[in-house]
Each structure stands twice: as C-alpha cells, then as structure tokens.
C-alpha cells in the first residue's frame, strides 16, 4: 500500500482537490429531466451529430482538409453536448406525477370485502414453516 504525502503546492493535491470538488458538485447538481425530454435530448444529440458529420464530411472532401474535417466534427460535437447535457426548461415539460407512498398496514391495499390476498412473501414463508 502506497501513502502519499500530500504537499500544498504538489500536483497531487491540486488533483485530489478538484476530484473532491467535482463530486461536492455533483452531488449539489438537481437533475429533474422527465422521460419525454430524455427522449427529446437523445433526438436532438443524434440529429446534431449526424448533421455535422455530414457537413464536416463534405466540407473536408470538397477542401481536401482534414484539419477543417476534424475541427467542423469536433464543435458540432461541443453544440450538441452544450444542447443536450443540461437540464434546461424544454427538457422538464412533462413531469412525471408520482403516487404517495402507502403503508403496508393500511387498510387501503385490503382486496374486496376486507379480506387480503397473501403475497408472495407470505405464502413462501408458508411454504417453508
């Protein structure tokens, strides 16, 4: 087992420092997309990428640059990370509506009558004893 001495002024502090930080930041980040934006945002990502692959294509066969090419390709990669990895307000137009958490003791899951059907862990603890 390695132990590191960690310096202030040393690159492994620097980089177990920003590690740190990027997990505080996630956890601080609130993600709330619902299921027709997930959807929305893996059109738009596709549709972009796409779009950008075929114009780089053209635009570097047409120039004979593969720089141009690859350039082109990379900010139509940068545009649809930048449109598709934030939560933004379009993404959040159907929000899911979930049900309130019952009890199990509550005499709402009782079947017709009142009497209750035995679930699946029940009629296995039967089974067994």
């Known amino acids: 087992m390695y132990h590191y001495k960690l310096l202030p002024g040393s690159r492994l502090c620097g980089i177990v420092v920003l590690a740190i930080s990027a997990i505080d930041l996630k956890r601080s980040i609130v993600v709330s997309m619902d299921f027709r934006g997930q959807e929305l ?10 779009f950008f692959t075929v114009i780089s294509f ?9 720089s141009l090419m690859i350039k082109l390709f990379g900010s139509g990669t940068g545009i649809a990370a ?3 990895l934030f ?7 159907d929000p899911v509506k ?6 199990l003791g509550d005499g ?7 009497s209750k059907s035995p679930g699946a862990m029940e009629i296995l603890w039967n089974l067994f004893n």
Do not use: C
């Open 41 to 50: 945002a893996e059109r738009l990502y596709q549709s972009i990428i796409v």
């Open 98 to 103: 979930w049900r309130k958490p019952t009890r």
């Open 108 to 114: 709402a899951s009782s079947g017709v009558g009142g």
């Open 58 to 66: 053209v635009m570097g066969y047409a120039t004979q640059d593969f």
């Open 82 to 84: 930048l449109v598709t």
């Open 87 to 93: 939560d933004w307000p379009m993404f959040n137009k």
